[in-house]
């Protein structure tokens, strides 16, 4: 009887009218998850309570140079922007969208170990929304699958059921990659044996299907294979963005839609 | 009356352990090894208190645990009822062998619970299926004598009959 019910109720969840109050229902999850993290948030502010003050002085001398590097960096950034865009202009092709971030805390992985899917503690009430680009200070994470009130769920661009369609950043071809499934590696399906792919190149979103921004990096190319006897090579690639270790990730809005509180 | 009220708690505060422990954070490759604490402690339960916990608790902890994964709103709902009913069948049986015994039944609906939940994913049109999830029944087994002594002194301590 009771199991009746609850296939009823996966027929009903497939309907969109429950998602609304399911949103808010399982907002109960996000302190759940919290109290998971717990444990591994102790013995890291143990561990900084224990760091002694030697490299604690190394460690903060090692940040300024790095944001003195950044900041050096920023500072071109600003002057090629702005001759990107009169170029573009003489051009009479449209500017990019700007873009802007909020940063969210990575709270727990999917408990189904197929699924490479991680939570994060911002919801639709901080203005996520499905399809939403997720990245890293290195590169693409994934994308935003699914949204409650106070959490959502960011789905890797190494799930088994994950593709997204890519650029070779030093020439321009371009092709689909997949998630296979494993942690560190991509594939690239159909690139004919004479495409000019090599080991090392960089493969950066294209930004066609709407749904990733354009121009993020996602993987480096580990490995081509050509076999004559078959029509197609393999190309393995390996992911920039630390899928298995962030604790923090950046959601992108794009300028018009919705809301951002730092850019 | 007052134990009653005692038991209800401490079949409650297991539940939720064992649905807080099917998510806490493991490394990558550890995720297959994870116990499915939740049909774990829903089996004690169903075999050594039947006359108290029954296939509606399994109900409500699957509902809960689908909210808490964001699968499927019913997958486990389902899959959990259907296991604390074999459980609820076959209690007499089950609660007299040993270990051993004990072990291989887990093993069987740990089983049970994965295959229905793959199934339910299958008709939604998600079809991943690893038969590393073996890994996981198979855990499960091995430490379901450390569960069976745990619970057994929650049990004692708290007088739960």
């Known amino acids: 009887m009771l199991s009746v019910i609850a296939l009823l109720l996966i027929q009903a969840a497939r309907s969109q009218w429950l998602d609304k109050p399911l949103s808010y229902l399982s907002s109960f999850s996000l302190p759940v998850y919290k109290l998971t993290e717990l444990p591994s948030e102790m013995t890291r502010s143990l561990q900084t309570f224990l760091s002694s003050r030697e490299s604690l002085r190394e460690e903060n001398a090692r940040l300024r140079a790095e944001a003195l590097v950044l900041h050096a960096k920023t500072q071109k950034l600003a002057s090629l922007r702005a001759e990107n865009l009169r170029l573009r202009e003489l051009l009479n092709s449209s500017s990019h969208k700007e873009e802007s971030v909020l940063v969210a805390e990575v709270v727990g992985l999917a408990a189904d170990p197929s699924q490479h899917v991680f939570v994060i503690d911002k919801g639709r009430a901080d203005g996520v929304r499905e399809g939403q680009a997720v990245i890293d200070a290195e590169g693409l994470i994934g994308q935003v699958i699914d949204v409650a009130h106070n959490h959502s769920r960011v789905m890797m661009v190494t799930d088994s059921t994950h593709a997204l369609s890519i650029q070779v950043n030093r020439n321009g071809v371009r092709a689909i990659v997949e998630g296979t499934g494993l942690i560190d590696l991509l594939e690239i399906s159909h690139v004919a044996a004479t495409t000019d792919v090599k080991v090392g190149d960089l493969l950066i979103s294209s930004g066609l299907g709407g749904r990733f921004p354009a121009g993020y990096p996602v993987a480096r190319i580990s490995e081509v294979t050509i076999d004559p006897g078959e029509p197609f090579a393999t190309v393995r690639a390996r992911p920039l963005a630390q899928l298995d270790k962030t604790q923090f990730v950046l959601l992108v809005f794009s300028r018009e839609e919705g809301q951002a509180s730092d850019g | ?161």
Do not use: E
């Open chain 2, 1 to 161: 009356m007052d134990d009653r009220g005692h038991s209800f708690w401490v079949v409650l505060l297991t539940l939720f352990l064992a649905l807080a422990l099917s998510v806490y954070p493991l490394p990558f490759w550890a995720r297959w090894l994870r116990p499915d604490w939740a049909v774990m402690v829903i089996c004690f339960w169903v075999l050594f208190l039947p006359n108290r916990v029954g296939v509606g608790w399994a109900w409500l902890a699957g509902l809960l645990m689908d909210l808490l994964h964001g699968s499927y709103l019913g997958q486990n709902a389902f899959a959990l009822s259907i296991v604390a009913y074999f459980a609820h069948v076959s209690h007499q049986r089950v609660r007299m062998s040993g270990y051993r015994k004990q072990a291989v039944f887990i093993f069987s609906m740990v089983t049970v619970h994965i295959l229905l939940g793959q199934w339910v994913q299958n008709l939604m049109g998600v079809a991943d299926i690893s038969l590393l999830v073996v890994l996981q029944a198979l855990t499960s087994a091995l430490s379901w004598p450390l569960l069976h002594v745990a619970m057994t002194y929650l049990c004692y301590r708290f007088v739960v009959s």
